[in-house]
């Protein structure tokens, strides 16, 4: 496993942009598929965003598509997600997730084993 901890976090108007950051600990991250997922108070944990180790390929929820991009930087163990036009219903704590990854290039929607504390987004209308 790999310890992970999001920066970027804070409040931002609806429209505005923001990005985050997952740094992870170990010299093995660039093996791990990294996911972005989110929680709004009162409801259920959703996926976001995911990438591959390789970072060539990238998933995102259909709530998020066109406005997020999502991408990393072995070198530097760090995943980003860059958000854009958000809106007050992107509000939530979001938080980065990894999985190693044994075989192929996937971008992985489930079954993370490590995951960061969560960093607040909040958009205000």
């Known amino acids: 496993q790999v310890q992970l901890a999001e920066s970027g976090g804070g409040l931002v108007q609806a429209g505005g942009s923001l990005r985050l950051s997952c740094a992870a600990s170990?010299?093995?991250?660039?093996?791990?598929?990294v996911g972005w997922f989110r929680q709004a108070p009162g409801k259920e944990r959703e996926f976001v965003a995911a990438i591959s180790w390789s970072g060539f390929n990238t998933y995102y929820a259909d709530s998020v598509k066109g406005r997020f991009t999502i991408s990393r930087d072995n070198a530097k163990n760090t995943v980003y997600l860059q958000m854009n036009s958000l809106k007050p219903e992107d509000t939530a704590v979001y938080y980065c997730?990894?999985?190693?990854?044994?075989?192929?290039?996937?971008?992985?929607?489930?079954?993370?084993?490590?995951w960061g504390p969560g960093t607040q987004i909040t958009v205000s209308s």
């Open positions: 997730a990894a999985r190693r990854s044994y075989s192929g290039d996937s971008a992985y929607t489930q079954n993370f084993d490590s």
């Open positions: 170990g010299r093995t991250f660039s093996s791990y598929a």
